[in-house]
């Protein structure tokens, strides 16, 4: 058994007060943070749960976890997603999940972008667009889509998020520095099917069943909807006539391609997985051009872990129930730092002794 802190960034009412309801779209709700520490209780372990705001350094230091189970998001900066997992290493504690070089990296889709390309991974062309001023490359084709350079869970994407002129592109781009008040990155948009692809693992990772994102119509693209559990909080503080976003997606999985498609789909995922030095787990996004390349959009290492969502979903149509999914993600993590589960056998001995069990050079707590 091991003792686990759940780190986390939970959606505040303060939030769902002013501005686009997307600014709570990388934050997680009660009911996920619930669902995590039940699995992962399921899996034997002892869970702590940690806000990580400002003082999370000193939440891990008089928790003393074994390993930290990292899903924050961070709370400022371009480079947000990186400060747990570097607090963890400063403090010597094990952690699910990437490094922070790579969350950094991730969480930067243009310089995601670059490592790509010298890895000789297809990903549309792009530009990034910090000022109005900036004129468009002329290199760069409409349509073209308008997107947060350091932000996912469609943050900042709209219907109008597709241009086809510049008038329409600067629009945008001045809507997104405006009010989201970081820059924006353009790129060819990918008319073609759309995947989204599960990856757990290490030295040997494996890719879970693929998901097909199916839209009702042309140019669709992925908006951000709130959580169901969340709509009453935003109709508390923003009335109850307030509008949510109408879905225009599905999901199937696994998705209905070839075996050659599948086959690649599955090795660019890997590769890409690599390339970025992803650990663990991570949810990769792409799309099948017209002239069948496969274009890599963006990877998530620190993926949406609801029960409801994609990576869950995929992870059931390989088998494997939630509770396994997030006890999976862990024991890859125990394993890296050279930890093990306890067996079933003994840990009620562990339980009561607290000690520390080795086997085979490796210990298991």
Same mark, same amino acid.
């Given at each position: 058994m091991a003792k686990v802190a759940l780190v986390y960034n939970m959606i505040q009412t303060s939030m769902l007060r002013n501005g686009p309801l997307d600014l709570v779209a990388e934050y997680d709700g009660e009911e996920t943070i619930s669902a995590l520490k039940a699995a992962l209780q399921a899996g034997g372990h002892e869970v702590?749960?940690?806000?990580?705001?400002?003082?999370?350094?000193?939440?891990?230091?008089?928790?003393?976890?074994?390993?930290?189970?990292?899903?924050?998001?961070g709370i400022r900066g371009d480079s947000r997603e990186s400060h747990v997992p570097a607090i963890c290493e400063m403090l010597g504690l094990p952690y699910t999940g990437s490094g922070p070089l790579t969350l950094a990296l991730c969480l930067d889709k243009a310089r995601?972008?670059?490592?790509?390309?010298?890895?000789?991974?297809?990903?549309?062309?792009?530009?990034?667009?910090?000022?109005?001023?900036?004129?468009?490359?002329?290199?760069?084709?409409?349509?073209?889509?308008?997107k947060l350079l350091h932000e996912g869970s469609s943050m900042g994407l709209a219907e109008n998020s597709v241009v086809d002129n510049e008038a329409t592109l600067k629009r945008q781009v001045e809507y997104l520095l405006q009010v989201y008040h970081q820059p924006a990155i353009v790129e060819e948009f990918i008319e073609g099917r759309e995947f989204t692809v599960g990856v757990l693992g290490n030295e040997s990772p494996r890719v879970l069943p693929i998901i097909e994102v199916v839209f009702s119509k042309p140019r669709g693209i992925v908006l951000f909807a709130p959580d169901d559990p969340v709509k009453p909080l935003i109709q508390q503080e923003r009335g109850a006539d307030v509008q949510f976003p109408k879905t225009s997606h599905y999901a199937v999985?696994?998705?209905?391609?070839?075996?050659?498609?599948?086959?690649?789909?599955?090795?660019?995922?890997?590769?890409?997985?690599?390339?970025?030095?992803?650990?663990? #787990?991570?949810?990769?996004?792409?799309?099948?051009?017209?002239?069948?390349?496969?274009?890599?959009?963006?990877?998530?290492?620190?993926?949406?872990?609801?029960?409801?969502? #994609?990576?869950?979903?995929?992870?059931?149509?390989?088998?494997?129930?939630?509770?396994s999914l997030v006890n999976e993600i862990l024991d890859c993590a125990l394993e890296r730092?050279?930890? #093990?589960?306890?067996?079933?056998?003994?840990?009620?001995?562990?339980a009561l002794t607290g000690a520390s069990v080795t086997f085979q050079g490796a210990k298991r707590w």
């Open positions: 702590i749960l940690l806000e990580a705001n400002e003082a999370i350094a000193e939440k891990l230091r008089s928790a003393h976890p074994h390993i930290v189970f990292n899903i924050a998001e995601a972008k670059e490592i790509l390309t010298y890895y000789h991974i297809s990903t549309p062309p792009f530009q990034v667009f910090r000022s109005l001023e900036e004129k468009l490359d002329s290199q760069l084709r409409f349509p073209l889509i308008v999985c696994p998705a209905d391609t070839s075996k050659e498609l599948a086959y690649q789909i599955e090795q660019i995922a890997l590769k890409a997985f690599r390339a970025l030095g992803c650990r663990d #787990w991570c949810r990769l996004e792409m799309r099948l051009g017209p002239d069948g390349t496969l274009y890599v959009l963006e990877l998530n290492p620190i993926a949406g872990i609801d029960p409801s969502y #994609w990576l869950p979903r995929a992870a059931k149509a390989a088998g494997l129930s939630y509770e730092a050279g930890l #093990w589960a306890t067996p079933p056998e003994l840990q009620g001995i562990v």
